[in-house]
């Protein structure tokens, strides 16, 4: 493994670090440690850097990568009461209210309720902020699917969310949006 390698992957990652961590805590909320996840990403990342065309959509390849990995892991897992216990920790020590906390806790129950690529699509512009057409060329689609995929999945969120919480899902999907998991 040469310095070269690692000074260009590094290069690389350090544009997109924040982004892909705050994917990857939406998705592993309550399923798995995002840590965990971040870093058997990343590993594999690195190990197969040279066999990624496009050096310069990392990000993409990386989110794909732990998108894929979540599900292998999910597969293998069983709900873990414990994780949920973990995050709602790290929500209060950042003193997000016990309310709000509930809230996040049942957006994300329904959230895994939504076909994957609804999910997927919501989490990638609500909680982190990609646009439609960074969020089609992750999905390999168009940006009239990705509208339709979010479209959809908001509605579905917001009838599975109506009388759940006491926040409505905009406001939730925001306060998730400002806050590292």
């Not at 670090?17 to 798995?32: I, N, P, Q, T, V």
């Not at 579905?156 to 998730?176: C, F, G, N, Q, Y």
Request: with cysteine.
């Amino acid at each position: 493994m040469s310095n070269s390698k690692q000074t260009d992957f590094m290069t690389a990652y350090n544009g997109c670090h924040d982004r892909f961590l705050r994917y990857c805590s939406s998705l592993a909320y309550g399923k798995m440690d995002v840590q965990d996840l971040v870093q058997d990403v990343l590993l594999t990342a690195y190990h197969n850097y040279e066999k990624i065309e496009k050096k310069e959509q990392l990000l993409h390849y990386l989110i794909r990568a732990a998108r894929n990995r979540s599900i292998s892991l999910w597969r293998k897992q069983k709900n873990q009461q414990e994780l949920t216990e973990i995050h709602a920790e790290r929500l209060a020590d950042q003193g997000v209210s016990p309310e709000t906390i509930l809230d996040i806790q049942v957006l994300y129950r329904m959230l895994n309720k939504l076909p994957l690529k609804q999910k997927d699509a919501l989490i990638l512009f609500e909680i982190n902020g990609f646009s439609m057409k960074e969020i089609a060329e992750i999905q390999h689609s168009n940006e009239g699917a990705v509208k339709t995929k979010i479209s959809r999945g908001r509605k579905k969120l917001t009838a599975l969310m109506s009388d759940k919480t006491s926040s409505p899902v905009s406001d939730l999907l925001e306060t998730i949006q400002t806050i590292t998991l």
